[in-house]
Protein backbone atom coordinates (compact mmCIF):
# COMPACT_ATOMS: atom_id res chain seq x y z
CA UNK A 1 0.00 0.00 0.00
CA UNK A 2 1.43 3.64 -1.02
CA UNK A 3 1.80 6.09 1.70
CA UNK A 4 2.96 9.98 2.12
CA UNK A 5 4.23 10.63 5.46
CA UNK A 6 4.56 14.15 5.82
CA UNK A 7 6.62 16.10 9.17
CA UNK A 8 7.88 19.10 10.18
CA UNK A 9 4.57 21.67 10.06
CA UNK A 10 4.22 23.77 13.98
CA UNK A 11 3.86 27.34 15.11
CA UNK A 12 6.25 30.04 13.78
CA UNK A 13 6.92 33.70 13.70
CA UNK A 14 5.94 35.86 11.10
CA UNK A 15 9.49 36.35 9.59
CA UNK A 16 10.31 32.39 10.39
CA UNK A 17 11.43 29.06 8.45
CA UNK A 18 10.12 25.78 8.68
CA UNK A 19 11.11 23.03 6.54
CA UNK A 20 8.19 19.91 5.47
CA UNK A 21 9.32 16.19 4.22
CA UNK A 22 7.40 13.82 2.83
CA UNK A 23 8.51 10.43 2.27
CA UNK A 24 6.92 7.97 0.13
CA UNK A 25 6.77 4.16 0.26
CA UNK A 26 5.38 0.76 -0.32
CA UNK A 27 5.41 1.37 -4.12
CA UNK A 28 8.12 -0.65 -6.41
CA UNK A 29 7.83 1.85 -8.60
CA UNK A 30 9.32 5.68 -7.96
CA UNK A 31 7.53 8.99 -8.20
CA UNK A 32 7.09 10.90 -10.57
CA UNK A 33 6.05 14.37 -10.26
CA UNK A 34 5.91 15.51 -6.53
CA UNK A 35 3.96 18.80 -5.26
CA UNK A 36 3.25 20.44 -2.15
CA UNK A 37 -0.48 22.22 -2.08
CA UNK A 38 -1.96 24.00 0.65
CA UNK A 39 -5.21 24.55 2.08
CA UNK A 40 -5.82 27.81 4.29
CA UNK A 41 -8.63 28.33 6.72
CA UNK A 42 -12.06 28.99 4.30
CA UNK A 43 -9.81 28.75 1.40
CA UNK A 44 -9.89 26.35 -1.39
CA UNK A 45 -6.81 23.72 -1.95
CA UNK A 46 -3.82 25.32 -3.93
CA UNK A 47 -0.82 24.45 -5.56
CA UNK A 48 2.67 25.59 -3.72
CA UNK A 49 5.44 24.08 -5.83
CA UNK A 50 6.02 21.54 -8.00
CA UNK A 51 9.28 19.19 -9.05
CA UNK A 52 9.55 16.74 -11.90
CA UNK A 53 11.97 13.66 -11.23
CA UNK A 54 14.38 15.61 -13.36
CA UNK A 55 14.52 18.21 -10.69
CA UNK A 56 12.50 21.35 -12.65
CA UNK A 57 10.44 22.84 -10.35
CA UNK A 58 7.82 25.77 -10.80
CA UNK A 59 5.91 27.43 -7.84
CA UNK A 60 2.88 29.76 -6.85
CA UNK A 61 3.67 33.51 -7.31
CA UNK A 62 2.71 33.75 -3.67
CA UNK A 63 5.63 31.50 -2.44
CA UNK A 64 8.06 32.80 -5.38
CA UNK A 65 11.59 33.67 -3.47
CA UNK A 66 10.34 32.28 -0.23
CA UNK A 67 10.02 28.72 -0.39
CA UNK A 68 12.17 25.97 -2.17
CA UNK A 69 11.32 22.51 -3.16
CA UNK A 70 13.69 19.79 -3.90
CA UNK A 71 13.39 15.67 -3.97
CA UNK A 72 16.16 12.98 -3.05
CA UNK A 73 14.91 10.30 -6.26
CA UNK A 74 17.10 7.81 -3.90
CA UNK A 75 15.04 7.76 -0.75
CA UNK A 76 11.97 8.57 -2.50
CA UNK A 77 11.41 11.87 -0.61
CA UNK A 78 9.89 15.67 -1.36
CA UNK A 79 10.79 18.84 1.25
CA UNK A 80 9.88 22.28 1.01
CA UNK A 81 11.73 24.91 2.57
CA UNK A 82 9.69 27.64 3.83
CA UNK A 83 11.53 31.33 4.95
CA UNK A 84 10.12 34.55 5.13
CA UNK A 85 6.86 33.22 6.46
CA UNK A 86 4.10 35.17 6.85
CA UNK A 87 0.22 34.72 8.29
CA UNK A 88 -0.96 34.32 5.14
CA UNK A 89 0.70 30.83 4.25
CA UNK A 90 -1.17 29.42 7.22
CA UNK A 91 -2.41 26.04 6.19
CA UNK A 92 -2.81 22.55 6.32
CA UNK A 93 0.34 21.54 3.74
CA UNK A 94 -0.58 18.22 1.88
CA UNK A 95 2.17 16.41 -0.19
CA UNK A 96 1.36 14.86 -3.33
CA UNK A 97 3.00 12.63 -5.44
CA UNK A 98 1.87 10.56 -9.00
CA UNK A 99 3.51 7.19 -8.70
CA UNK A 100 2.72 4.88 -11.91
CA UNK A 101 0.13 6.84 -12.75
CA UNK A 102 -1.79 7.19 -10.16
CA UNK A 103 -2.12 9.91 -8.07
CA UNK A 104 -1.68 9.67 -4.32
CA UNK A 105 -1.39 12.40 -1.17
CA UNK A 106 -0.62 12.86 2.54
CA UNK A 107 -2.36 13.18 5.53
CA UNK A 108 -1.76 17.03 5.99
CA UNK A 109 0.77 18.75 8.18
CA UNK A 110 -0.35 22.18 10.05
CA UNK A 111 1.66 25.08 9.40
CA UNK A 112 0.78 28.03 11.58
CA UNK A 113 2.66 31.35 11.32
CA UNK A 114 1.69 33.77 14.41
CA UNK A 115 3.37 35.81 16.93
Known amino acids: QVQLVESGGGLVQPGGSLRLSCAAS????????MSWHRQGPGKERELVAV???????DYADSVKGRFTISRDNAKNTVSLQMNSLKSEDTAVYYC?????????WGQGTQVTVSS
Open 26 to 33: GSMFSPNT
Open 51 to 57: ITRFGTT
Open 96 to 104: NAYINSREY
